[in-house]
Each structure stands twice: as C-alpha cells, then as structure tokens.
C-alpha cells in the first residue's frame, strides 16, 4: 500500500497551491451558488450509500480529505467532479484456461475469484479498470501456477494452488487498492483420451486388489479347515455331529431334497480296506 500512497501525493494538490485561473473559476462557482440558492442545492448535495465512496476531483486534482461517504457529501458544480466506488465484494469466474502442466499433461482449468476494492482512490487514481485488469491478471495467474504442478499435484492439492494463487493476486494487486479474498479451483476438465486411459489403469488396480484379497481370503479359510480336519481327526464324534448339523441345515433350508442317512461306521470300514 505504500506504493499507491505515494501516487496519491503525486496526484494530490499542488504544493504550491492553486493557480490564478483555478482561483478565478472557484470564486466564480461559489458565485453562482449564492445567486441561484436554494435550488443550486439540487446540484450541490450528493449521497452515497454505506457500500460505497466518492473520489472527488476539484478542477482534475485529487481533493483533500480522502473518499467521501458513505451519506451526503457537497460538491461545487462546474469545478467538481466525482467517481463512485463500490465497496462490496465481487466475485467472477475465470474462463477456462488450457495449461500444460509440469509433466506434459494439457488440462482445461476454471476457477472462481472474490475481491473487493480496499483504497477508494487507488483504485481510482491508479489504474483505469481495476475490475477488468484483475480479470486479466486472474487468468495470467492461473497459467502460471497451474504451469508449474503436475497432473497428480492439480488433482489433489486444489486448496494448495488457491492459496498460492490468491497470494501472488493479492500482493499484484495491492497498489491497485484491490484485495483479493479468496480463490478456488472451480474445475479441472481432462482430455477424453486420458480419461479413458486413468479409468482402464484404476479398473486394472481394482481388479488386481480383488484378486490379491481373494487369495488371501482362500489361504486363510485352507489354514482354518487344516485346522478343522486335526480337531475332527483327534475325536472321530466330532465327525458324526457335524454329520447330523449338515442334514438339519439342509432339512431347513432345502425341504424338497431326498436324504438317504448313511452311517458313518460303513463309511470308515470302507475307507479302512
């Protein structure tokens, strides 16, 4: 801010005060005020409202006191002229900007700025547009942050790069008397072939964990029935029990099934010859 304070002095009144045509016509417009009160007024008496300031200009220079407002303020008519400034925070998106990203990747990237005018008469004095030149200087910004981050950064760091954008805005737009207050990454459009090419490779890595869980899940329920098998071979009854379980659960469950019982004494002789 100190840059912008220092172009206000600049634009300031002229230390060596006034010149002798800028006192004639002062004195001529006050004139005119008293002859033609009290409807002079009407051109006299301005209002602002609590969001906004007036940057007055008396004969082209800046006049003392700083922004006007909010409420009413007293302009001399023929001498005087006045810009108001609105105080309230904008936001606007950012067209969608095509970047190269750091590992040759190109990405169709928007996002959204909010700001507002912090000094009235910098953002008058300093700059022609400071809405349209922050638009401008947004979409730059974009580009040159996006520019300098790989696809995997831009993907999952977002808030990372609204923070670095809206600090390197926020410091270019300081002597403009604007503050940048926030910043998001709005979307980030991808090529429709790479989007084919991620989708194939993370299917492929679904596929393959599966797989592996899979595995894993036959290993342990072999190492359980080992276990199971050493258990029933320690005490034959516990085979004859898991015998009649199985014919009640499939007696509940499958009515129509014909089961002929087989004792288990035939069943081991068999096996024994």
Known sequence: MKSAFKRHDLLGPNPEGPGCCAII????????????FPFSLCMCIKVVQEYERAVIFRLGRLLKGGAKGPGIFFVVPCIDSYRK??????????????????????????????????????AVCNISDFSHSTRLLAATTLRNVLGTKNLAEILSERESISHNMQSSLDEATDPWGVKVERV???????PVQLQR???????AAREARAKVIAAEGEQRASRALKEAAEVITESPAALQLRYLQTLSQISAEKNS???FPLPIDIINNLVSK
Do not use: C, G, H, W
Not at 25 to 36: F, K, N, P, R
Not at 95 to 120: F, G, H, I, M, W
């Open 257 to 259: 099934t014909i089961i």
């Open 184 to 190: 998001e990454i709005k979307d980030v459009r991808l």
């Open 85 to 122: 400034v609105d105080l309230r925070t904008v936001s606007f998106d950012v067209p969608p900007q095509e970047v190269l990203s750091k590992d040759s990747v190109t990405v169709s990237v928007d996002a959204v700025v909010y700001y507002r005018v912090s000094n009235p008469m910098a």
């Open 25 to 36: 016509l002062t004195i001529v417009s006050y004139l005119l005020i008293l002859a033609t």
């Open 197 to 203: 090419a991620m989708a194939a490779e993370a299917e």
